[in-house]
């Protein structure tokens, strides 16, 4: 009886120790659930608000764009200096020719006494540098009895004289020029006044 007593006594210890163990696994189990879940959860990306998404995507579009103007804006800045670099080497290229000629005048003066070869030379540079004119479009700006036009001339003196009517260019001191309608220099010129 002792040996039954004993293996009852054992039974139940063993299974008490089996649901104690089964109870520790339960335990065990729904603590790794708890743990997963709340893992998942910080894995999980949080709900985006539809505004900031909004802000995000505005701000991106900022960025592209002031990027694309600093782009277009180094651009343009190197496009301006190459033109003007090749503007400049053209209105010099028109000028080189009557500079040559000016030397080869001084030369000729410093060699000879011919006045009327020296003359001749000097009116044949003057239609050199109006022709490079033309070429570049550069006008001379017709003040000579016209009527003072304060946007093309600059009047430096009047004069009187009872001829003419007021003010009306009776004397040009300085030619101007203009590029198509741009005025590069005024006429400096007299204007008539009969008070």
Same mark, same amino acid.
């Given at each position: ?8 006594? @054992?039974?139940?210890?063993?299974? &008490?120790?089996?649901?104690? &163990?089964? @109870?520790? +696994? ?17 894995? &999980? ?30 651009? +343009?800045?190197?496009?301006?200096? @190459?033109?003007? +670099?090749?503007? +400049? ?42 022709? &490079? ?40 001191? /300085? ?19 009969? /008070?």
């Amino acid at each position: 009886m002792q040996d039954n007593e004993m293996k009852e006594k @054992q039974a139940e210890q063993e299974a &008490a120790e089996a649901k104690a &163990a089964e @109870q520790e +696994t339960a335990e065990a189990a729904e603590a790794e659930k708890a743990e997963d879940a709340k893992n998942a959860e910080e894995v &999980a990306e949080p709900e985006v608000d539809p505004k900031d998404a909004k802000i995000e995507e505005l701000q991106n579009r900022l960025l592209r764009l002031q990027a694309d103007f600093e782009n277009f804006r180094r651009r +343009t800045n190197i496009e301006k200096e @190459q033109l003007s +670099t090749f503007v +400049t080497a053209n209105v010099v290229g028109k000028f080189l020719k009557v500079l040559d000629n000016f030397e080869r005048a001084e030369a000729s003066v410093e060699k000879g006494d011919n006045v009327d070869a020296v003359v001749d030379g000097m009116k044949k540079i003057r239609r050199q540098f109006e022709d &490079a004119f033309k070429d570049l479009k550069v006008e001379e700006i017709e003040a000579q009895n016209a009527k003072f036009d304060p946007n093309i001339h600059e009047a430096v003196m009047r004069g009187h004289n009872p001829e003419l009517d007021d003010e009306i260019v009776d004397m040009v001191f /300085e030619k101007g020029y203009k590029l198509g309608d741009k005025v590069i220099r005024h006429s400096k010129v007299r204007v008539n006044t009969n /008070e």
